[in-house]
């Protein structure tokens, strides 16, 4: 017996790629429905060799469905979400709404699986920013080898994570660049994106920090130990989909290269490429596609006591959302709802 899942907002690209990753890893489902706003009502959505037409969110009815994922931004997720949490289906959401809600935990299965038991207080799990995810899941197993004290994270993150309108936007400003006449003057974005990079990402706080910036700390305190210090730089790079880190990260006792490499050699949901040669290292492009958090450029830092650099890329429309969520998906039926 399988599981009744709903996937809010199905037509947007996490929602289509929550479809494509349920339906790769074979989830166990015997009913699945494409749920989207009313202006979307219609439109086909692939699952594997099937075609589903999305239904109309605002009139579902989500009692007798076990799971929802959602990937809608915070407004609709606010309105909907507490409407399926009441009709007994646990929502996974991939939403900033409940991340920092006590009483909602934020998974990462690779790193906090035991979290998913709290998800009855609300009946709701939250799923983190994705710059986020790809990075805890290298620094779990090496906190739990010799403890974190501080992190210093500068990202490198793909357009995607703006959504379609922001790919577009690359696309167009590329295109123009050779083309006379089109031109594209940046909306989406602050500044050009187009051959250029952008350190603005989400809006400015009080602090100087951006809101990306802020959720990183934020999240990482959450999922991993409150006590790691973590400070961040986040900048928006002309690629279309993959995020890259460069990470530093110091630790209360001496670790070496060689043990951090086997460490992440041996840890889930990671890939290790780090050969010292051209090429031997991992790209955004080149995880397009791939499940996989790959780490590469691991070395010491003797610039400070016990520090190691390490380079990491994710493809951020899978790990750093739909694949995520899938995961918890399926970690929440292994633990408690045990159908599948």
């Known amino acids: 017996m399988g599981y009744r899942i709903a996937v809010v907002g199905a037509?947007?690209?996490?929602?289509?790629?929550?479809?494509?990753?349920?339906?790769?890893?074979?989830?166990?489902?015997?009913?699945?429905?494409?749920?989207?706003?009313?202006?979307?009502?219609?439109?086909?959505?692939s699952f594997g060799d099937r075609t589903l037409k999305s239904?109309?969110?605002?009139?579902?009815?989500?009692?007798?469905?076990?799971?929802?994922?959602?990937?809608?931004?915070?407004?609709?997720?606010?309105?909907?979400?507490?409407?399926?949490?009441?009709?007994g289906c646990v929502v996974i959401?991939?939403?900033?709404?409940?991340?920092?809600?006590?009483?909602?935990?934020?998974?990462?299965?690779?790193?906090?699986?035991?979290?998913?038991?709290?998800?009855?207080?609300?009946?709701?799990?939250?799923?983190?920013?994705?710059?986020?995810?790809?990075?805890?899941?290298?620094?779990?197993?090496?906190?739990?080898?010799?403890?974190?004290?501080?992190?210093?994270?500068?990202?490198?993150?793909?357009?995607?994570?703006?959504?379609?309108?922001?790919?577009?936007?690359?696309?167009?400003?590329?295109?123009?660049m050779y083309v006379p006449g089109q031109e594209k003057s940046p909306e989406i974005f602050t500044k050009q994106i187009a051959f250029n990079v952008i350190p603005h990402i989400d809006k400015f706080m009080d602090s100087g920090e951006t809101k990306e910036e802020w959720k990183m700390v934020a999240e990482t305190k959450k999922i991993v130990d409150p006590k790691i210090k973590v400070t961040a730089t986040c900048v928006r790079v002309p690629v279309f989909v993959g995020h890259s880190e460069a990470i530093n990260i110091e630790f209360e006792e001496f670790i070496d290269e060689d043990e951090v490499r086997e460490i992440l050699r041996q840890s889930p949901g990671i890939l290790v490429v780090d050969k010292r040669e051209?090429?031997?290292?991992?790209?955004?492009?080149?995880?397009?596609?791939?499940?996989?958090?790959?780490?590469?450029?691991?070395?010491?830092?003797?610039?400070?006591?016990?520090?190691?650099?390490?380079?990491?890329?994710?493809?951020?429309?899978?790990?750093?959302?739909?694949?995520?969520a899938v995961q918890i998906a399926e970690l929440l039926g292994r633990r408690v709802l045990k159908k599948g």
Request: proline share 5%; hydrophobic share 40%.
């Open 11 to 45: 037509t947007g690209n996490v929602g289509r790629e929550m479809l494509n990753i349920l339906d790769e890893r074979e989830f166990p489902v015997d009913e699945i429905v494409a749920l989207a706003s009313r202006r979307s009502l219609g439109t086909e959505c």
């Open 55 to 87: 239904e109309d969110l605002d009139t579902f009815d989500f009692a007798g469905w076990d799971m929802a994922l959602f990937a809608v931004g915070s407004e609709a997720t606010k309105k909907y979400a507490p409407v399926a949490a009441k009709a």
């Open 93 to 176: 959401d991939n939403s900033s709404l409940y991340r920092y809600d006590p009483d909602v935990p934020l998974i990462v299965p690779e790193v906090n699986p035991d979290a998913v038991m709290d998800y009855s207080k609300k009946n709701i799990i939250a799923n983190p920013n994705c710059s986020t995810a790809q990075m805890v899941v290298a620094l779990k197993p090496l906190h739990d080898r010799a403890t974190i004290k501080r992190v210093v994270v500068s990202t490198y993150q793909s357009v995607s994570g703006g959504g379609k309108d922001a790919m577009d936007e690359l696309w167009l400003q590329t295109k123009g």
């Open 278 to 324: 051209d090429g031997g290292y991992t790209t955004p492009v080149e995880c397009v596609g791939d499940f996989a958090t790959y780490i590469s450029r691991i070395r010491q830092d003797s610039t400070i006591e016990n520090g190691i650099n390490l380079w990491c890329v994710s493809d951020n429309l899978r790990k750093g959302a739909a694949l995520n």
